[in-house]
């Protein structure tokens, strides 16, 4: 599907749990991003890689983690200590930094 | 670092009618400048960017024109459908390295009555 993957589509989470939010991608890209979309926020940007095995904090990676273990895979877990995690979380990938996105379908996740 | 402000917040056009979206940027460097279109519930997708070196592209209804001087780009769709209602976004990057990430306006949710 627009040869990035994300997973679950939907994702609730009881509060002081780590969830991990899943980002695929078979276009053969060399950097990965994740955002977090808030009504009337925009996409604001959590952590970002430009290469295997590196990846660096974005405007607000309190409370996240990632890995960038496989070129193809970038996924985030969001932490107990993310205070707000509620949101709709959307995976990128581009051939290189400074070049258009292409976007994953998203993933909702809930506290309950 | 770099900040894009976009403009307006809504805009509601009729059909048929051009609707036209701003968007600023702080960071001289800046040379790449992409559109998104994000409907309901769905991933953003590309519409159209720009690179400093052009003041203008157009791709049927739509075009972006860029102001370097004044360090504002802007999205114009003609002749507007409804089914142009969506949100779109605007952002700005320089190329290579950390510095190459998009920053994102906070959209523009656009509706087109028929």
């Known amino acids: 599907d627009g040869g990035i993957t994300q997973s679950p589509k939907y994702l609730f989470r009881k509060e002081g749990q780590n969830v991990t939010l899943s980002c695929e991608q078979n276009l053969n890209h060399d950097a990965m991003y994740w955002y977090r979309q808030d009504p009337g926020q925009g996409l604001r940007l959590i952590y970002y890689?430009?290469?295997?095995?590196?990846?660096q904090k974005g405007d607000i990676a309190e409370g996240y983690s990632v890995s960038r273990e496989k070129k193809e895979s970038f996924p985030l877990t969001v932490t107990s200590a993310q205070k707000n995690p509620t949101a709709f979380y959307l995976c990128?990938?581009?051939?290189?930094?400074?070049?258009?996105?292409?976007f994953g379908s998203g993933t909702r996740l809930t506290v309950v | 670092g770099e900040n894009v402000e976009q403009h307006p917040s809504t805009l509601s056009v009729q059909e048929g009618d051009s609707a036209v979206i701003k968007c600023t940027y702080s960071?001289?460097?800046?040379?790449?400048f992409p559109w998104y279109k994000q409907e309901l519930g769905k991933r953003p997708q590309l519409i159209i960017d720009?690179?400093?070196?052009?003041g203008e592209k157009k791709d049927q209804r739509i075009a972006v024109t860029l102001n370097k001087t004044a360090k504002h780009f802007s999205l114009h769709i003609t002749e507007t459908q409804p089914e142009d209602s969506a949100v779109y976004f605007c952002a700005a990057s320089k190329d290579g390295g950390s510095q190459g990430n998009l920053i994102f306006g906070k959209g523009t949710k656009l509706s087109v009555k028929p």
């Open positions: 960071d001289s460097a800046s040379n790449y």
């Open positions: 720009i690179r400093s070196n052009v």
């Open positions: 890689s430009q290469i295997v095995n590196d990846f």
């Open positions: 990128a990938s581009s051939i290189t930094t400074g070049n258009g996105y292409t």
